[in-house]
């Protein structure tokens, strides 16, 4: 007794000890999800009246603290919940457009699952003849009030986001800086001579994901956490989105491609315009300086990349960029994936309601 008596001291010694260095470092802890509230959550009985699009703005803004960051460069605002054993996902959006026009987009709707339909979305843009206020604090940073709850909005400033000089090729003008909401970052790049889009990897930050190499090759690598597979391009030593599993895409989740964030806020000019009309000059006249059509019912699409379910699927980019019978100034063209049939059925200009909406690659 005396001896197990020891040994637990000796352990709880130990933890205290531990403990104190952890302090000690400043790391901190993981925030821990528990299983607990999960099932709390789709078990509770809840009240909340989902077809009443105002009393909704009125409770998400009442749940959300006085200040929130918006980390997404098209200024989605994300979050969910569950009602009565159902989850729902939903967002509000200052757009760069109309939100110093006093415009607030709002939508909700039940979470997306590949195994059933989906439910309709409910949307709505919002402003003072809905008792809604969108006042402009600063640059980036905006004042949302509904009756009696105002939540400011700081959005994600990168503007002093560049590349490196060292990825970026002779041929290639940079469009802007992008924040996922997977909370990767990406550079919006164009290739003026190719007329293509690439989105590659900001590792100028620490990346929030770890990457594993492919049966394939060692030069194709998937993020654990996000799935997006990245070519390891040796000229440039840089890496360049080149896929999304589909799975994600289909479900509309976090991780579905950075096709829905481009850099609004940070885009020179009429330089986005300029590559969209390089790529597709029928849309002279109608498209913004952004991609959108001016009625905002749709925007350009840049998805360069596949949408994957199996790694022999980037075998094509792999073969393409190792061809001995490529040129060098064709090499770049490897790395856009071109669904013809799809191309055939799909208009260039895609429909982007409020939600973020799953499409095919263009």
């Known amino acids: 007794?005396?001896?197990?008596?020891?040994?637990?001291?000796?352990?709880?010694?130990?933890?205290?000890?531990?403990?104190?260095a952890f302090a000690a470092e400043g790391t901190d802890r993981p925030r821990l999800y528990t299983n607990e509230a999960f099932v709390e959550d789709a078990t509770r009985a809840t009240t909340l009246p989902t077809t009443d699009l105002m009393a909704m703005l009125a409770f998400v803004l009442g749940s959300l603290p006085d200040s929130v960051k918006v980390?997404?460069?098209e200024n989605y605002y994300y979050f969910s919940f569950?009602?009565?054993?159902?989850?729902y996902?939903?967002?509000?959006?200052l757009d760069a457009s109309d939100r110093d026009e006093g415009k607030l987009h709002f939508a909700y709707y039940e979470d997306l699952a590949e195994y059933k339909e989906q439910s309709p979305?409910?949307?709505?843009?919002?402003?003072?003849?809905?008792?809604?206020?969108?006042?402009?604090?600063?640059?980036?940073?905006?004042?949302?009030?509904y009756g009696d709850k105002s939540v400011v909005f700081?959005?994600?400033?990168?503007?002093?986001?560049?590349?490196?000089?060292?990825?970026?090729?002779?041929?290639?003008?940079?469009?802007?800086?992008?924040?996922?909401?997977?909370a990767i970052r990406f550079f919006l790049i164009f290739n003026k001579r190719l007329k293509l889009f690439h989105y590659v990897l900001?590792?100028?930050?620490?990346?929030?994901?770890?990457?594993?190499?492919?049966?394939l090759t060692s030069r194709i690598l998937i993020g654990k956490r996000t799935g997006f597979a990245f070519y390891q391009d040796y000229r440039l030593n840089r890496k360049i989105l080149i896929g999304v599993f589909e799975g994600n895409a289909r479900i509309n989740n976090y991780f579905d491609g950075p096709f829905d964030q481009l850099p609004d806020h940070f885009i020179e000019g009429e330089t986005l315009r300029e590559a969209i009309l390089a790529v597709e000059p029928s849309l002279a006249g109608k498209i913004d300086r952004v991609g959108g059509a001016p009625d905002g019912s749709g925007r350009y699409l840049i998805g360069p990349y596949v949408y994957y379910r199996t790694e022999e699927e980037f075998q094509s980019f792999h073969d393409c960029a190792t061809s001995r019978r490529r040129a060098d100034d064709t090499y770049y063209s490897c790395f856009v994936?071109?669904?013809?049939?799809?191309?055939?059925?799909?208009?260039?200009?895609?429909?982007?309601?409020?939600?973020?909406?799953?499409?095919?690659s263009r």
């Open 82 to 87: 569950y009602h009565n054993s159902t989850r």
């Open 1 to 20: 007794m005396y001896i197990m008596s020891r040994y637990v001291a000796a352990f709880l010694f130990g933890l205290v000890i531990a403990s104190r």
């Open 202 to 215: 900001d590792e100028t930050i620490t990346v929030a994901d770890q990457f594993v190499r492919t049966r």
């Open 337 to 360: 994936h071109n669904d013809e049939e799809a191309e055939a059925d799909t208009a260039p200009i895609k429909r982007r309601p409020a939600r973020k909406t799953s499409r095919t």
């Open 71 to 73: 980390y997404p460069t």
């Open 89 to 93: 996902a939903e967002n509000i959006r």
């Open 121 to 145: 979305v409910q949307y709505q843009k919002l402003d003072k003849s809905n008792g809604v206020t969108v006042e402009k604090l600063e640059r980036l940073v905006y004042r949302v009030s």
């Open 154 to 182: 700081r959005l994600n400033d990168l503007s002093e986001v560049k590349p490196p000089a060292n990825i970026m090729g002779p041929d290639e003008k940079y469009i802007g800086p992008i924040f996922d909401e997977s």
